[in-house]
């Protein structure tokens, strides 16, 4: 069993800065991609980042140029550079390992207008 944790979620002030983090523990045979989802308000979950094993790296286009994407073997980080309010959501660390994936219960990121 792959237990997931975020952290480094809070409140901010448009173009603010915060640095999630995401931990992976339990029984890990293999860590694959880690990847960031997040959920706005009323919406549904979009891809944020990713990362493989190999370090390639896959941002959608709404952060591009603004997040950071990076990890140390089960730990990933997600940089975030002049936050907008739309990026208010919570986020979630999702973790690949063999067939299975697992995710975190979340963070949640609010970026005061």
């Known amino acids: 069993q792959v237990q997931v944790a975020e952290s480094g979620g809070g409140l901010v002030q448009a173009g603010g800065s915060l640095r999630l983090s995401c931990a992976a523990s339990?029984?890990?045979?293999?860590?694959?991609?880690m990847t960031w989802y997040r959920q706005p308000p009323g919406k549904q979950r979009e891809l944020v980042a990713g990362?493989?094993?190999?370090?390639a790296t896959n941002y959608a286009d709404s952060v591009k140029g603004r997040f950071t994407i990076s990890r140390n073997g089960a730990k990933a980080y997600l940089e975030m550079n002049s936050l907008k309010p739309e990026d208010t959501a919570v986020f979630y660390c999702?973790?690949?390992?063999?067939?299975?994936?697992?995710w975190g219960q979340g963070t949640q990121v609010t970026v005061s207008s």
């Open positions: 990362i493989t094993t190999g370090g």
């Open positions: 339990g029984t890990i045979y293999a860590i694959g991609s």
């Open positions: 999702s973790v690949s390992s063999g067939q299975r994936v697992y």
